[in-house]
């Protein structure tokens, strides 16, 4: 079965601290790897997906096969990246498929 | 990018009668559509997947017959939570892409609350 654990609920830093949001995964394949995003009173969104190897807002993530991880870092918060991130998973052709989400983690960055 | 949207975004009902949530991708076609469900402060749940055409996909543990899904067209689908009861509270989003590569899109979702 599929599953993305997140450890952390919350995750507390000051601004300019460097942040880094813990995600693994299990998957018997080739999975694809999302972080999503969802601001106060906003819509979930995408923040980044693995195979797109970007860095969006300071954001990178990189998918580590053999530790089954896909964490999120920054190396500078910022005030406004307060929000709450899910890591999420889905099977190729994501698509036509489901994600599965990680229980979330709540990033506060205090100024 | 793609944009779907969710009505009503809220809504509150009575014990025992229906409520339907209706989910549209606005600007591109889907043949599938997901239904989660979030609960508070917990992460989102797949429901079922809604397929165009033909009947949906329900999760384990989900009862097609109280939460009936339609999607009779290629922008629109919806869930039916049939006769309510507070327990069916909750946040309930939807989601859709435009194609197989491309990443899922939200709905606002839409926080249904049973009295």
């Known amino acids: 079965a599929q599953r993305v654990t997140q450890p952390e609920k919350l995750l507390s830093v000051f601004k300019g601290a460097p942040v880094e949001l813990k995600c693994n995964y299990s998957?018997?394949?080739?999975?694809?790897l999302f972080w999503y995003v969802q601001y106060s009173r906003q819509r979930l969104q995408l923040l980044l997906r693995h195979i797109s190897r970007e860095s969006i807002k300071g954001f990178t993530a990189d998918l580590n096969k053999g530790e089954t991880s896909f964490h999120l870092k920054k190396p500078f918060a910022q005030e406004e990246d307060s929000a709450m991130y899910y890591c999420a998973l889905s099977g190729p052709g994501t698509g036509r498929r489901a994600l599965t989400f990680g229980s979330g983690t709540r990033l506060q960055v205090q100024p | 990018g793609a944009v779907v949207s969710q009505h009503p975004s809220w809504v509150i009902c009575k014990s025992g009668t229906s409520v339907k949530i209706e989910c549209r991708s606005l600007?591109?076609?889907?043949?599938?559509m997901f239904w989660y469900r979030q609960f508070p402060k917990q992460s989102l749940m797949l429901m079922a997947t809604s397929n165009e055409g033909s009947k949906a996909t329900y999760e384990q543990g989900v009862e097609k017959d109280k939460f009936l899904i339609n999607h009779a067209s290629l922008t629109l689908s919806t869930l039916t939570v049939t006769s309510a009861h507070p327990e069916d509270s909750s946040f309930y989003i939807c989601?859709?892409?435009?194609?197989?590569?491309?990443?899922?899109?939200f709905g606002q979702g839409t926080r249904l609350t049973v009295v």
């Open positions: 998957y018997s394949g080739s999975p694809e």
């Open positions: 600007d591109f076609q889907a043949t599938t």
């Open positions: 989601s859709a892409s435009p194609n197989m590569n491309t990443e899922a899109f």
